[in-house]
């Protein structure tokens, strides 16, 4: 099993879910996951963007079984093979000039006849003079008659007339080989058995199987998986938003979440589970539900899936992730406290879909308290009548400040009491009291809140909130 991006780009969702495939079909078959990198498009490709896909694939788990085939290493077997195939007459080669060519494509389409070497080749004797002379030529395949078919794996036996494929090109004239050359041979060359990919490559594949033949050689099984859409039914492309591995994992969404995602991205267990790790999708893949019909990318349920799989994460693996999403000052706050940490992001779990989301609402649980912030929509709601919120405040604190140690149920009896004794219903108690000890209107339970933050943190933002209520409003 292979996997063959060409590195011109970040590492897309679609090509994330054919590595996927292709790895799970190895490592449920004792086979080897093979990662060739297809950089024969010298001016498009990039070793930063090999390293990338090479980081996206470590970071969703796909670890490749031996170091990366560059197929521009190839380029002197790609060579060989398309002189075997001259030697054999299964190519020819061609003088044709490029413009006399596309008047000659253009004449055989309006035709509806094949190109073939009858009318952009020459005799071999003068072939050989020509290119012993140095005149630049392409090679091209000749197509034979007949029908190119082959067992695919997803979409069943696939017959192709030959004559509605055009001889192709397999080296240019600068004796650079094109994709389907170098796909075949090296394929051959690292025994691949199972060729997986996009079914974008459909129209490539009668061609590779000609030339596995022209060469005496077994094709390999090919399975074509379906191509992933957007939402209006278009191909997923940048368009319809974040497309590439990268930008999910910027996003917050962990890797196991993705891996559940793309794999069901065509492919379903045949029962009616969804939460599945590495593991266990390894164990119920098989080549046989992959689906015949293009799928859907649905964000929402990605979103969801990484919801069930935050909350099934241990909190020991929870709270370096959370902690990395924490920005400064609050990162270093919550690192010298690694116990909070982890109850804080044990809680935020239950609430947030994301990393990105539980850093954020992570965050004032580990504000410092001369980096304290009070929301201005939020004072202007709940404070808005700043001496009674600065009593109500001060009440709070003082019951904190009585109490010897506090614990969520008492908390939740005591403070209900406080409200009635204000004579105020207890959300106009809790609000202003949200606003004072986390800086805005949204945040978990109140009284998980006091009990994270512990009585001293919440006393001493309290005093904090009463100073700010103190102060004299902004001159006219
Ligand atoms: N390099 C090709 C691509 O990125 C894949 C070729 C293949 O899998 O055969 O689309």
Redesign the pocket.
Known sequence: MRF???PTGYLHVGGARTALFNFLYARQTGGEFLLRI?DTDRERSSEEMTGQILDAMHWLGLDVDEPPVHQADGVAQHRTAAQSLLASGAAYRSFVEPDELAAIRERARDEVVPIRRSMIGVSDDEAERRAADGEPHAVFFAVPDGVTEWDDVVHGVTRIQNDTIDDFVLLRSDATPVYNLA?VVDDLDMAITL?L??DD?LSNTPKQVLIYGALGAQAPRFAHVPMILGADGKRLSKRHGAASVEAYREAGILPEALVNFLALLGWSPGDDREVMDLSELTEAFSLDRILKKASVFDAEKLEWLNGRHLALMSPDRLAPVVLDHLPEPERSCAEAEPERLHAVADLIRQRARTIQAMGDQSRPFFTPIEALQFDPTATAKHWKEPAQAAQRLAAVRDLLEASESIAAESLETDLRALAEQLGVGAGKLFQPLRVALMGSAESPGIFDVIVLLGRDRCVERLNRALEVLAEPPDAP
């Open positions: 063959a991006p060409s297809e796909v060729v990919r996009g490559h």
